[in-house]
């Protein structure tokens, strides 16, 4: 089993910026990459970024260029730098960590980007 646990989400207004910071715990070692994915109301989940074990990382056309996925392998931790917000991306955002046999997530965490 492993646990995410995701913090920084708020309220910020448009233009602003956030860092969301997801932790995780457990059966770690059958983690080759984590991920955020988000869901805005009435639309269905959809991939943010995400990073491999070895550094490479990997970017939702709407995000790229704004935000930016790291890892710190030491603390199992795994960051996004979100700049230049918009009101599209109010969301719940999902940390996510794909092993062999599951997929797990973490509760999620509110982005509110105000006008």
């Known amino acids: 089993q492993v646990q995410l646990v995701e913090s920084g989400g708020g309220l910020v207004e448009s233009g602003g910026s956030l860092r969301l910071s997801c932790a995780a715990s457990g059966s770690i070692s059958g983690i080759n990459a984590m991920g955020w994915y988000r869901q805005a109301p009435g639309k269905e989940r959809e991939y943010v970024a995400a990073i491999t074990n070895g550094g490479s990382t990997s970017y939702a056309h709407s995000v790229k260029g704004r935000f930016t996925i790291s890892r710190d392998v030491a603390t199992n931790t795994v960051y996004l730098q979100m700049n230049s917000l918009k009101p599209d991306d109010t969301a719940v955002y999902y940390c996510?960590?794909?092993?062999?046999?599951?997929?797990?997530w973490g509760q999620g965490t509110q982005v509110t980007v105000s006008l």
């Open positions: 996510n960590a794909p092993t062999i046999n599951a997929h797990y």
